[in-house]
DNA sequence: GTTAGCACTCAAACCGGAAGAGTGCTAACA
DNA sequence: TGTTAGCACTCTTCCGGTTTGAGTGCTAAC
């Protein structure tokens, strides 16, 4: 494919986005830097078409991309530009004061910022991090045969659960629970906290084991919500302002937005482009760009914008690549510095 | 207004909640306990229609009925049936085991089932209790400089919040601060808890103040978080699959449905039924339908159906009737018998 | 390899008439 | 006086035909 043709075909796509009508060789003649005729732009637009990049809504029509004519031009600009100084200032504006945030609270505020500025939904998913230790097992009681379990990592999450007794505990109890969760659970990784591990340990209490068995279910709930991935979606009244898509499927999207963990999770490197209806994604007309950040060395998880299959991909690729690249030393600097202010009864955590 | 015209409206409403057309004078003179011809039906209509409980889309098509309309209608309705014993069996099943349930899980099977039966959003409000009292304060410590503030009611939530200081506490602060609790928190109603009060105590804790107070900033956003009303919402997928309603305002409702807690803690008694775009509800051509529940003497909560307009009011009112009679007894006997187990990390429940 | 010219295609917009549902009014009837 | 049949009228909806215009593919000339 020669550079004409290439030329050409990002011309359209970029029209195309711009209009949202079917692109005429005419149009494209007329660009400043398409110095051929509408027929030479007609031929090489037959070949685009014939290679897959195009297509016509029917014959009389101009021509629109195709997903494949969508990837050409994204990959095309994804090589390009850096951000210029003053929007990047533009961002950081928006993150906020970067300082003393949490990890929960970059997210937030760079999905809220990414929203804003882009118009979209966007959408985090933060992995479970792998690395996380069990610091704290608590019991207190609350009520007759009620006692909270209560779990504490080293990442700062807080969870606890309720749970009824048979008996009431002796103090000897008490404390039997207590020193046996020093020595088994404390300092654990959470990763490891399978079922069968804590089968196991329920096993090791002994005579115990009757009485304390539903503290240690509870303990089995928490660490499978702590093993469980978060997803953050913002914005989604957005997409419900965008007039190409589909109501109906951007509401069916937004009460599985579950779903997405699976696309998000993925292993890619650097930028991925998902079109709705192409694959899993059911919003159709749509596309969702992500990324990737890093805690040090390890993936820790992906932001991305999902709206129309019009979008500004040549503003909003350096956007996320930079939102990412900041994320990623934000949160690794903030993970050298100091445990995490819970945030685990936000009622926007999803998992 | 006559009997004859009475039965004529009714006969209307219901013709056109079946059919979604506007409804003829033939229409109605066809039906078997109508005795009269076309014309008597037509000059009824007109009646009707500047009574304010019909209209015409256009003149020459058949009436419709107003809000007023409909409100006729169920009134007419709301005295009437009660639920045959099958049908109870059947809402009784649904319910599921009664029994030993919670408080939150019986709403959410109540909402459920109601969802499911009647195809349409439920909603349920279930009101901050007012007599919930605070029986347990604890401080645990996590972290460098970082504790958890744990804060337990008498109606079995758990919050908790982590708090970063600026000094570690040594023992003796701690000693003094879950005294401090013991003494004047531990017994006092949820609803006392206001930031007033908050203050009076920091003022209280004289030298400690200082290095003490950002705990006390966390039992205060606690409590407030523990005043607010709950709010669930069930089914909402049901309203995007009934073509009558606007996917786009369906949308802003589902993203903005806090704003229903003015609508449904509103005082009234018996139903109440609301209509899109009548008041401060925004979906246009739906109806919410609402009943209160008790616990004990109290107001406790309420629950209520979002639907089209066009529901069949004769089936749901009875529904939701029986529904917050039945939630009325279990939570009433529920409170006398056992605490509650926590759900407050229901990512379900807003407030 | 590029371009101008031309015939062709097709969707969208427009128009006008016919069909049909339903009304309001009037005059007759019990 | 209330009820009914009849009739003219209104208004939407549907259908088919025509027009318009944008855009194409092909061909022949440059």
Chains 1, 2 share one sequence.
Do not use: W
Request: proline residues 4%; contains cysteine.
């Amino acid at each position: 494919m020669d550079a004409r043709k290439r030329k050409i075909l990002s011309a359209v796509v970029d029209m195309y986005i711009r209009t949202g009508e079917p692109v005429g060789s005419k149009t494209i003649s007329q660009l400043p830097d398409i110095h051929v005729s509408a027929a030479t732009v007609r031929n090489d637009m037959a070949v685009l078409e014939e290679l897959g990049y195009l297509e016509q809504p029917h014959t009389s029509a101009g021509r629109v991309p195709t997903f494949q004519g969508y990837r050409m031009y994204i990959e095309e600009l994804s090589g390009g530009s850096e951000l210029p100084p003053e929007e990047r200032a533009q961002l950081d504006e928006m993150l906020g004061d970067e300082k003393n945030l949490t990890e929960d609270l970059i997210l937030q505020s760079a999905t809220a910022a990414l929203a804003q500025i882009t118009q979209c939904a966007t959408v985090v998913s933060n992995l479970a991090p792998k690395y996380s230790v069990i610091t704290k097992v608590d019991l207190i009681p609350t009520g007759k045969r009620v006692y909270v379990v209560l779990l504490i990592t080293s990442d700062g999450k807080i969870k606890n659960r309720a749970c009824r007794l048979q008996f009431d505990l002796t103090p000897e109890h008490m404390e039997f629970f207590k020193n046996f969760m020093e020595e088994n659970l404390e300092g654990m990784s959470v990763s490891e906290l399978s079922e069968e591990r804590i089968e196991q340990l329920v096993m090791a209490m002994g005579t115990y084991m009757i009485t304390l068995s539903p503290l240690m279910q509870g303990i089995c709930e928490m660490s499978r919500d702590l093993q469980k991935n978060e997803l953050y979606v913002t914005g989604e009244q957005n997409l419900f302002s965008c007039d190409e898509l589909d109501k109906a499927e951007v509401a069916k999207f937004i009460l599985h937005k579950q779903d997405l963990s699976g696309l998000l999770d993925d292993s890619f490197q650097g930028i991925k482009v998902v079109f709705g209806k192409e694959g899993d994604f059911v919003i159709g007309n749509s596309s969702m760009i992500v990324s990737k950040y890093q805690k040090g060395d390890h993936t820790a998880g992906s932001l991305g914008v999902i709206g129309p299959m019009r979008l500004n991909y040549a503003k909003i690729i350096p956007y996320i690549e930079y939102f990412t690249d900041k994320i990623s030393h934000l949160i690794t600097d903030e993970a050298d510095v100091s445990p995490v202010i819970g945030m685990n009864e936000d009622p926007n955590v999803e998992s």
